[in-house]
Nanobody
Framework: QVQLVESGGGLVQAGGSLRLSCAAS????????MGWFRQAPGKEREFVAT????????NYAVSVKGRFTISRDNAKNTGNLQMNSLKPEDTGVYYC??????????WGQGTQVTVSS
């Protein structure tokens, strides 16, 4: 079972940037798909971006495409989400997730991102 710890959240003005990191331990992270999800206050958790184990299949939510970049470093068991041109509607708790293909996601504890207008 993989354990995931997010870092890098914080408060930023609209138009600014943040870089989230996800450190994985246990399991075989290099063979897992991984993703980022977020949950705004009063809303359900939503998909942000996913990346396959080798890094060559990437998907983004329409709302973040062109502004966010997901990446991973299997040698370091880490994943990242570079967030540029942030908007107030990007505010929420961001969760890192990882899973073997065909299995349910393992989740991190989340990191708060707040974008002020």
């Amino acid at each position: 079972q993989v354990q995931l710890v997010e870092s890098g959240g914080g408060l930023v003005q609209a138009g600014g940037s943040l870089r989230l990191s996800c450190a994985a331990s246990g399991g075989t992270f290099s063979r897992y798909r991984m993703g980022w999800f977020r949950q705004a206050p009063g809303k359900e958790r939503e998909f942000v971006a996913t990346i396959n184990w080798s890094g060559d299949v990437i998907n983004y939510a329409v709302s973040v495409k062109g502004r966010f970049t997901i990446s991973r470093d299997n040698a370091k068991n880490t994943g990242n989400l570079q967030m540029n041109s942030l908007k107030p509607e990007d505010t929420g708790v961001y969760y890192c997730a990882a899973a073997p293909v065909g299995s349910a996601w393992y989740w991190g504890q989340g990191t708060q991102v707040t974008v002020s207008s």
